[in-house]
């Protein structure tokens, strides 16, 4: 079973900065890597896919980057809806599997 | 814009089968898609329970492969989860998913269904 690790556990930031979470697969995912954010009492939304590539809907402050076994999402200007949790999940191998999560919370 | 709907008793006694049912509207659950549950304990992370195309093939997770039965109803346009001998460890909310497809390959999950809380208790 791949194991993601999700850095850091909880991202404590301000309105306007920008936030950098980190996904590390216990192997190589190759670019099968997605980036979901989940709100309090809501289902996740997919953000990316495929390590780069934005979702349907989802605003260009959202970007993907990595491949193989590291993997970045940055939010290059935080806005009040964007503090939530955020997972990564991987389907290269089965099972699939997601990260632990990072919570983006204000500062 | 395809549409999913949990539905399913929200309690369930240890040692019992917990059953929920997604709808799909707005869409054909016959498509090239595969379909998945996922769930997340309360406070908790998400982890993936399985998934299933029309054609009836299944995948499933290997921690819980010896409790679970994933099944598809064409004609009712919906797919199903059987969760057998549950424990107070599968108290969840469950989600279903429909699986994204590019490429020619199966992605991520693009649309949830609002998810459904399971509480496994006497």
Known sequence: ????????????????????????????????????????????RLLI????????????????SGSGTDFTLTISSL??????????QQRSNWPLTFGGGTMVEIK | QV??????PGLVKPSGTLSLTCAVSGGSISSSNWWSWVRQPP????????????SGSTNYNPSLQSRVTISVDKS????????????????AVYYCAK???????????DI?????MVTVSS
Do not use: M
């Open chain 1, 1 to 44: 079973e791949i194991v993601l690790t999700q850095s850091p556990a909880t991202l404590s930031l301000s309105p306007g900065e920008r936030a950098t979470l980190s996904c590390r697969a216990s192997q190589s995912v190759s670019s099968f890597l997605a980036w979901y954010q989940q709100k309090p009492g809501q289902a996740p």
């Open chain 1, 49 to 64: 896919y495929d390590a780069s590539n934005r979702a349907a809907g989802i605003p260009a402050k959202f970007r993907g």
């Open chain 1, 79 to 88: 806005e009040p809806e964007d503090f939530a949790v955020y997972y990564c």
């Open chain 2, 3 to 8: 549409q999913l709907q949990e539905s399913g």
């Open chain 2, 43 to 54: 406070g908790k992370g998400l982890e993936w329970i399985g998934e299933i195309y029309h």
């Open chain 2, 76 to 91: 009712k346009n919906q797919f199903s989860l059987k969760l057998s001998s549950v424990t107070a460890a599968d108290t």
């Open chain 2, 99 to 109: 699986v994204l497809r590019t490429a020619g390959r199966e992605n991520a999950f």
């Open chain 2, 112 to 116: 949830w269904g609002q998810g459904t």
